[in-house]
């Protein structure tokens, strides 16, 4: 099999060699066209929820073969109503097939031999942060060739002012892959304008669940929340395979293919809204429970599983330190926030196969 197959992280070009400028940027004249500027379908419609993806990859990442077209078709045909382009260390911009919105983005992938404190034997220093709805003005970019440090805050530090530049909103990229970033690191991060945390990036060697010595990327959520940082949970697929990943399963490979985690924001139909609701926490992140409520009202948190859910589901409400503060089972839950409640609230969903749905944290006024 190919190494670019097997290996999400050593194709890009810049592997290894984020102190140096990046050794292309995306194609074509730049053209301040900002997600503002985007594809505007219908502004006429209100808010609704509209199912988009935050990261995935076509061949301009080096470690795809599916050309971005290619790739807007596959999320278009999966229902999607926007999708944001995040290929590594380059800004990919296509027009979207109708009915799906296309935004610009970008994985700065500062993938390097050392950095402290330094990885666990085997593992590597996989730093990877997404700048979400960025200009198309490359210029910036040239930027991530990196600061004169192998910290790790400082690192992704530099990726989120990179970010800032580029005019994008950052997310930080799987924390358990190499077991990238933890709490501490990412609430000094939070501090610094980190907008959103992957909690399901659902490739398959994302490590979401932890091990016996790391806690699960929902526990480092949970951390990072208790010391009163507000950064949002996603859920993304990180895809790399698309129409090709029959293919490679027959080959007996193991794609890291699309629709398996994604967001549900509730927004209109354009960019400057749907970038809006994420940067504010509009927006629930799924990797197969469908929502079709959640409301707060400063006390309670009511949240409800589509009509087309299938069966009982669970809801599980959380709190400071990743506390279970209540659990209820049926199609609906509606939680009233505790008197002495200190800090956040936030509901998982999960149905009976295991899928889940997460709400974005909470902070109830005082009782
Ligand atoms: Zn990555
Ligand atoms: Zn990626």
Redesign the pocket.
């Known amino acids: 099999m190919s190494g670019a197959m097997a290996r ?1 992280w050593l194709a890009p070009a810049l592997a290894l060699a984020a102190c140096g400028p990046p050794q292309e940027t995306a194609p074509g004249p730049a053209a301040p066209a900002a997600a503002e500027a985007g594809a505007s379908v219908d502004e006429a419609a209100g808010p609704g929820w509209l199912k988009g993806q935050l ?1 995935l ?1 076509s061949n301009a990442s080096g470690d795809s073969d599916t050309p971005p077209s290619r790739v807007a078709r596959w999320y278009a045909d999966q229902g999607y109503d926007f999708i944001v382009f ?1 290929d ?1 260390d380059r800004i990919t911009e296509v027009p979207g097939p109708e009915g799906l919105l296309v935004f610009p983005g970008v ?1 700065l992938t500062q993938n390097l031999e050392r950095c402290e404190p330094p990885p666990e034997p085997g593992l590597h220093c996989l730093l ?1 942060v997404n700048g979400l709805f960025v200009d198309t003005n490359t210029a910036a970019l040239a930027g991530l060739a990196g600061p004169a440090s192998t910290d790790r805050l400082e690192l992704y530090a530099h990726a989120l002012r990179v970010t800032e530049a580029l005019g994008g909103l950052p997310m930080l ?1 799987h924390p358990n892959f190499h077991h990238a970033a933890d709490a501490d690191l990412i609430s000094a991060l939070a501090e610094r304008g980190l907008v959103m945390i992957e909690v399901a990036n659902e ?1 398959w060697d994302s490590n979401n669940e932890g091990d016996a010595t790391h806690p699960s990327t929902e526990a480092l959520w949970d951390a990072v929340l208790s010391t009163g940082a507000r950064v949002w949970g996603v859920a993304t697929d ?1 895809a790399h395979h698309y129409y090709d990943a029959m293919q490679l399963r027959e080959r007996g490979e193991r794609p890291h293919t699309g629709d398996r985690g994604w967001v549900m924001v509730r927004a209109e139909r354009s960019g400057a809204s749907i970038r809006e609701a994420l940067r504010r926490g509009d927006f629930y992140s799924s990797n197969g429970v469908e929502l079709s409520e959640v409301a707060f009202d400063g006390r309670t948190l009511r949240v409800s599983v589509a009509e087309a859910a299938e069966g009982e589901h669970h809801f599980v409400l959380i709190g400071d330190g990743g506390k279970v503060l209540d659990e209820r089972r049926g199609r609906e839950a509606s939680f009233s926030a505790p008197a002495d409640l200190r800090g956040y609230l936030r509901v998982r969903v999960e149905d009976r196969r295991g899928d889940r749905a997460w709400t974005q944290p909470v902070w109830p006024s005082p009782g």
């Open positions: 999400r990261h990859h995040t590594h994985e990877h990229n490739a990180d």
